[in-house]
């Protein structure tokens, strides 16, 4: 079976001859993409799609809009106004609402047109890469996080508390943003996309960074309107969500979720047998070996039996795609990277 082929009849719990294997967010860090190309003599970095046996093409709009400038801070911006991410994960940031006090100045706001992307990227990959199951589109389009950015987390976290309407005003504006941009990232190929891809980390190592019933009233209704745009469609959803989230689970089930990511199993209350056997009827559970605490200082052996051991747990019945549990950073070995692959790829005992 192809690609496509292996990542539906494992998303719809089917056997298959092997997991699926995924990049976990579609794209390498770029010491790390250098430091495979140099262990492989490889010139193009998309060779290492076809190395590691990868099941997924991720695909994403491209940005037409108005000249991206830079923050007072130095930071380039967004198309929301706020800094971009950089390799190094800073969070320091400038905040362009964090003294923003009344719904009016959120809807002043210069907030992005659907107009400033170009989709024709998505119907043209999605229809050359049709033998991969499609993803789209490759950016997780947060909510709260988004909330973050553009107020910082302390402010955005005490106004779930003390500033219902102005919270209930941005998420209206981010998710109409996000629910446009899905419907666009859709139209453009319809029928070929397989997977959409959304995501928010509202979860820390130990539990949720805020009550779940917050969750439930302010993200659970927009969440599954957007959803719904890809269910209608016949298309899968993927949520990511870092960390200690099972608080949230059964309500991401509930409103339609068919893929949880990235599967931060080092975090409390993610322990895969339970995983399993609570929601493995429900989910297809995409990630899995640790970055954190793991890969950066297993041998290669152990890497493997660790593949070996998330395979045999979370992939019987289908319902689980083999990749690490975040992006690989620079301090894991090579070596550790090409073994974990080189496994899922070879060990199937279903």
Request: net charge negative; proline share 7%; glycine share 6%.
């Amino acid at each position: 079976m192809n690609s496509k082929e292996r990542v539906l009849k494992a998303l719809n719990h089917c056997p298959t001859d092997r997991v699926p294997i995924a990049l976990c967010f579609g794209w390498w860090l770029p010491q790390v993409e250098q430091s495979l190309r140099e262990f492989f003599y490889l010139r193009a970095a998309s060779t290492l799609n076809s190395v590691f046996n990868f099941d997924f093409y991720w695909v994403e709009p491209v940005y037409r809009g108005p000249a991206l400038v830079k923050a007072p801070d130095g930071h380039r911006l967004g198309i929301f106004g706020t800094p971009e991410y950089s390799d190094t994960y800073s969070q320091e940031f400038w905040r362009p609402l964090a003294s923003a006090t009344s719904t009016a100045e959120i809807e002043n706001y210069p907030w992005p047109q659907i107009d400033w992307l170009d989709v024709s990227s998505v119907t043209h990959f999605a229809n050359l890469y049709q033998e991969y199951a499609i993803v789209a589109p490759n950016n997780w389009s947060p909510i709260f996080c988004q909330m973050a950015d553009l107020c910082g987390y302390e402010t955005a976290l005490a106004n779930l508390i003390t500033e219902p309407k102005l919270t209930k005003a941005l998420i209206e504006k981010i998710s109409e943003w996000n629910c446009a941009r899905w419907q666009k990232v859709l139209n453009a190929a319809p029928g070929l996309i397989d997977i959409a891809y959304v995501g928010d980390d509202v979860a820390s190592q130990t539990g949720m960074l805020f009550r779940p019933e917050l969750w439930r009233r302010y993200f659970k209704s927009v969440y599954a309107k957007q959803f719904q745009i890809a269910k209608s469609r016949g298309v899968k959803v993927m949520f990511h969500i870092c960390g200690a989230c099972r608080d949230i689970v059964p309500d991401l089930i509930d409103i339609g979720l068919d893929i949880l990511m990235p599967l931060q199993l080092s975090a409390k209350g993610m322990d895969p047998v339970e995983l399993k056997r609570e929601f493995g009827n429900h989910l297809t559970f995409w990630g899995g070996v640790d970055v954190q605490n793991f890969l950066p200082y297993a041998s290669p052996d152990e890497v493997r039996q660790e593949v070996r051991r998330l395979i045999d747990i979370l992939g019987q019945d289908g319902g689980y795609v083999l990749s690490s549990s975040h992006n690989f950073q620079p301090d894991t070995p090579v070596e550790n990277i090409v073994a974990m692959y080189d496994e899922a790829a070879r060990y199937y005992p279903y």
